[in-house]
T-cell receptor
């Protein structure tokens, strides 16, 4: 099956710093997604990317769908304490199909005071 | 504004016991999913249901069965629990329209098998 390699596994940063994480895949995906999971909660969608090359922003978050359709990155600018959590990339093959998402293993973001 | 509701939130089982994890969504979504989350492994798809009356295996289906009871409900059953099934289980649902629809997740069921 498809595999997503997400890096880094964890990040220790100072409040106010910018953050960058990425995912690469051995397979092409038609949709790339970025989720955030807070402790004790389910993942919540941050950004969805539908087209190769697409660059999308959501507040301080920016994500891009790689031109090869095999990678994506997520940037967070000027990090704040509530950004702490686990960030997952996910890929979907089908455009509107019912197949499940393939998830990366997550990036733990820890913000040091 | 319930979204996806999972029950129970926590469960401890003895090896060999059986149980059913319940999931219900109130968004009239066609597709529903069961994932398990283990440390360092991300979320892995166990089973999914594209529509009422259909189910398909995901990446890690062994040891599980599912039932799509109706459009709202999708249950996950462990017939004979094993310690390797200790995990956090998430149910998700998606509507199917257009190019993409967001998958909404429940809050998870934390299962420990001793």
């Amino acid at each position: 099956g498809q595999q997503l390699n997400q890096s880094p596994q964890s990040m220790f940063i100072q409040e106010g710093e910018d953050v960058s994480m990425n995912c690469t895949s051995s397979s092409i995906f038609n949709t790339w997604l970025w989720y955030k999971q807070d402790p004790g909660e389910g993942p919540v969608l941050l950004i969805a990317l539908y087209k190769a090359g697409e660059l999308t922003s959501n507040g301080r978050l920016t994500a891009q769908f790689g031109i090869t359709r095999k990678d994506s990155f997520l940037n967070i600018s000027a990090s704040i304490p509530s950004d702490v959590g686990i960030y997952f990339c996910a890929g979907q093959l089908g455009g509107g199909g019912a197949d499940g998402l393939t998830f990366g293993k997550g990036t733990h973001l820890i913000i040091q005071p | 504004n319930a979204g996806v509701t999972q029950t129970p939130k926590f469960q401890v089982l003895k090896t060999g016991q059986s149980m059913t994890l319940q999931c219900a969504q109130d968004m009239n979504h066609n597709s529903m999913y069961w994932y398990r989350q283990d440390p360092g492994m991300g979320l892995r798809l166990i089973y999914y249901s594209a529509s009422e009356g259909t189910t398909d295996k995901g990446e890690v289906p062994n040891g599980y069965n599912v039932s799509r009871l109706n459009k709202r409900e999708f249950s996950l059953r462990l017939e004979s629990a094993a310690p390797s099934q200790t995990s956090v289980y998430f149910c998700a649902s998606r509507g199917i329209s257009g190019t993409f629809t967001e998958a909404f997740f429940g809050q998870g069921t934390r299962l420990t098998v001793v």
